[in-house]
């Protein structure tokens, strides 16, 4: 596709999804437990469904057709600006988080500890807008992000304001990545458009981060600017330093941006790997990260029990995640035999154990090659392995993949599917296609799995002599 007509191909993909964000986006008036038929049936219903899935359909075909044949980084940068405008005015699309942000800020304007009760303690002025299951669940986010909302709060007064302020700062996120992703891409590399392009003009970015105004936007953007500063400088304890901190400032957002950081200290060494090395560069960047994370908690006056409303993630159960959908296959399987077996939690304890393995082993690889895609790749292993998965969590990877992969194609093609799991007003798909998801993820593990076996058999075979 020529790369003129891309750019108006996604504009017209964006204006049809800022049209079903208008007429049946996640409103906060909109019923809160619908379903993909009573959607149909509402107001607007067919056109909404019409206008999101081919609104998705060319904005990721216009992203997919030049991802390989970016004109330049301004290039991408415009045409990525042009297709956030229409979502950048329009109603939340497809995610009521926004309204949970204003719930928690509320809360702790008002003085009440969000990691000690749920919203529906203040009670939240806007506590109808939320979905039951959070309601009495502790805020899982960091202690940056509940300061960060509960000044949106006291600033702004109500829901509406609130809303254009979470999103402004969700802009300056996605503005952020768009900084820092050349440095990161240079050291590698890889082109610096195509990093850009590759990274934000992924369809989860308008509909997520822009217009859902998800604080993954902010954690992703510090994340990235930290590996930038620390890339560019490596070696120079004030960078690294600084680095470190740019980290823990996305920790204290997300506390899955830990996850990077002992590949971010193996990025700060100048020269070849040592104990000694590591810890003359690598101790600033876990240093100005830990300190970051442990003073921002206190100075808010909070504690870690951010920590503990992680686990509350569980309480979602879809087969989006590989190793919930094995349980899930599993308890489908027993059912024919009178059994009734809940596999979850040995199923979902199993992929955290995993998920604590590849991290060491990938860590440890990472010491005489490129720290940086090791990175990005302990981030794509931490959202496969975990008990919950929602599509915006990819546009973690996603964003460090673009500016650290030489091959494209297989995370490209998670973040395509993962476009479409989502109805306008916030429905999760995977919900109501549970007996045939799971089974059908299970069986992608499966053959996953096989492959890795194969390819390590084939990797310890010698080669024949000519």
């Not at 990525?80 to 405008?85: K, R």
């Not at 992000?145 to 509960?150: Q, R």
């Not at 040592?274 to 003073?295: D, K, M, P, T, Y």
């Not at 490209?412 to 919900?431: E, I, Y």
């Amino acid at each position: 596709m020529p790369h003129h007509l891309a750019r108006w191909t996604g504009l017209a993909g964006s204006a049809l999804l800022a049209v079903a964000a208008f007429l049946g986006g996640a409103l906060p008036d909109s019923p809160l437990r619908p379903t993909p038929v009573s959607i149909w049936q509402g107001p607007h219903g067919p056109l909404v469904i019409a206008a999101w899935l081919v609104g998705t359909v060319l904005l990721g075909y216009a992203w997919w057709a030049l991802r390989d044949s970016v004109p330049s980084t301004r290039w991408a940068l415009t045409t990525v600006g042009l297709w956030l405008l229409p979502l950048l005015i329009a109603p939340p699309l497809a995610s009521r988080d926004v309204y949970a942000y204003a719930c928690q800020g509320a809360s702790y304007a008002a003085g009440i500890n969000p990691y000690e009760q749920g919203v529906s303690a203040l009670p939240c002025p806007w506590l109808d807008t939320i979905s039951f299951i959070w309601r009495d669940t502790p805020a899982p986010y960091g202690p940056l992000f509940v300061v960060l909302a509960g000044a949106v709060v006291k600033a702004t007064g109500s829901l509406t304001g609130a809303i254009v302020v979470f999103r402004l700062i969700a802009l300056a996120g996605v503005a952020l990545t768009a900084v820092s992703l050349p440095v990161l891409a240079r050291r590698v590399g890889v082109p610096a458009e195509r990093a850009v392009w590759l990274a934000l003009g992924c369809p989860l970015v308008a509909v997520h981060l822009v217009s859902g105004a998800h604080n993954d936007a902010l954690m992703v953007g510090l994340l990235v600017a930290g590996l930038a500063v620390i890339a560019s400088r490596p070696g120079r304890p004030g960078p690294l330093l600084a680095g470190g901190a740019l980290l823990g400032l996305a920790a204290a957002i997300k506390v899955t941006a830990l996850v990077v950081v002992p590949f971010a200290a193996l990025a700060a060494i100048v020269g070849g790997y040592s104990i000694r090395a590591l810890i003359r560069h690598g101790g600033w960047v876990v240093g100005g990260a830990v300190a970051v994370v442990v003073g921002v908690t206190f100075a808010a006056g909070l504690d870690f029990g951010w920590v503990g409303g992680l686990a509350r993630g569980g309480d979602v159960i879809a087969w989006t995640s590989p190793s919930t959908a094995v349980g899930q296959t599993v308890g489908y399987l027993a059912v024919p035999f009178g059994a009734h077996v809940d596999a979850l939690p040995v199923t979902r304890g199993t992929g955290m154990a995993v998920l604590a393995l590849v991290l060491l082993w990938l860590w440890w690889r990472a010491r005489t090659r490129e720290p940086l895609w090791y990175a990005a790749l302990a981030l794509a292993a931490t959202v496969a392995l975990a008990p919950l998965f929602h599509p915006w969590y990819w546009i973690w990877p996603l964003a460090v993949l673009a500016a650290t992969a030489r091959r494209t194609g297989w995370f490209t093609v998670v973040a395509l599917v993962a476009s479409f799991l989502v109805l306008p007003d916030g429905t999760g798909l995977a919900r109501f296609t549970k007996t045939v998801g799971a089974p059908l993820m299970t069986l992608l593990v499966i053959v996953f799995v096989v492959w890795l076996v194969r390819s390590a058999r084939a990797a310890r075979q010698p080669v024949a002599a000519d």
